[in-house]
RNA sequence: UUACCGGGUGGCGCGAUCGCGCGGUAUGGCGCCGAAAGGUAUUACCGUGAGGAAAGUCCGGGCUUCAUAGGGGAGGAUAACGGAUAACGUCCGCCGGGGGCGACCCCAGGGAAAGUGCAACAGAGAUAUACCGCCGCCGAAAGGCGGUAAGGGUGGAAAGGCGAGGUAAGAGCUCACCGGAAUCCGCGGUAACGCGGGUUCCCUGUAAACCCUAUCCGAAGCAACGCCUUCGGGAGAGCGGAGCGAUCCGCUACGGUUCCCGCCGGAAUCCCGAUGGCGGCAGAAGGCGUACGCCUUCAAGCCGUUUGGCAACAAACGGCGCAGAUAGAUGACCGCGGUGCCGAAAGGCACACAGAACCCGGCUUAUAAACCCGGUAACGUU
RNA sequence: GGCCCGUUGGUCAAGAGGUUAAGACACCGCCCUUUCACGGCAGUAACGGGAGUUCGAUUCUCCCACGGGUCA
């Protein structure tokens, strides 16, 4: 599953300024509609919505073996999550680490996304 | 056996399922771009996919840009000698010094006898000195003048140590021995240097203080650079326009062995002159760090054998030929096995340090468990 | 990714090879005041870590750690 991937500066800040935000014990998810949605289905040769994703894990958690392999864990959790659920598209999503994440398997941080998801309403909790 | 010294290997393995980057092949009906050819998303399969330190950025190169090759200054680096190397501050060998019973380890290891500076406190005195003491003279005495570095005490350091001669008392003042420095000769060594002998001298430490000597270094770095956009682009010629006019403005074309102007260039972060090149521009300002190039499979490459060399290393032959991302690709989970720890067992827990970003050679730092090789000392046994 | 700086009491900071390491704010105690503030007096408290050079390092050199700046 492909998603686009935020690297702007400006659009991390947005996020956390204007977006809605939940937490959970090793994430914290902000969530903000995507302006730009329907530019880039424009631009993607399939004219799909698509939601643009931010992972954000700090110098502080850890060294680059830490950190990669902390965002490699939250992508699989999106991954499945998104091939589970009905996840609506056209959004800014940014999903920073928090230092307890580092220690977890994907297993547990596929609930802990999926609750995310609920409650900020990006999936209906009846699908399951 | 115990304690230690030096060097090296190695960086958990195998197999399922679901996923990721790159390359290739096929697919591309539906979707997208296109008039079409075609391209592309997609999907399937195959191949491939982090390190010994990828790290710190401490040195040295390659490569790229600065027009070309230079000179000088400033600045920086290094520092016994010989070699290795593309080069090095690295490596090897060796010399000297220091440490250890020893295997072995450590040393920014030129010059303080070219000059300048500094040496707090203590001490009489820190590169020159007379506080106590000793000796001589003057004096009734107190004390004064002079000589003296043997003795006292201070200090990291007090004029090399010790003995004898010498003297009023003393002093390398003289002599013997020892120690050190410079230099000459002989022998050994490629050399540093070592050994023996002669001559002269004995002068504090500090150069990771300034400095002197020798050698080396142009600067900046893939966020470079290429790239993209805008501005600028003389005179003279033609056309048009404005103005009474000098003249100005706009457009067009030509030209580089004319003139003129200019750029490189106030040469590149300081200075200097030289050669020359280039252009009708050069250049300036910006753009976004984006798209693409650089960008990554032919390399100072890796592995093995042989030869040369004490060694670092070199040569020849054979084989292999190997990541290329751009918020940055290797993860999740399961099974079997390995090693260690805990436990009576079942079993449980742990398996380090850590992530390429143009590419190499080193250094330094971080590293769990395990294994191998060589050696030393002590004790024991034969 | 490259290139440069910095680290001194709780905070901001000077110093520069040498006695006991300035100063300001803060803190604590005493005085003043009916009390607080202001003022006065006194006090506590520091050279990021490890090696080296030196008689002696906060200062000089090297290696780490941490914190910043800057470049397309």
Redesign the pocket.
Known sequence: ??FK?????HL?SKAYAKGKRFVTPSLAVYLLPDYAAERLQKEN???IKVNRI???VSKKIG???VR??T???I??AY?RVVRENAVKVGFLIVIAARDRATRK???DLVPELKLAFEKLGLVTPCTK
């Not at 991937?5 to 500066?9: H, K, P, V």
């Open positions: 599953m492909k991937a935020i690297c702007e500066n991390f040769p399939m004219k931010g992972l954000t060294g680059a073996v990669n392999r965002k490699r864990i992508r699989e991954r398997k994907s297993d």
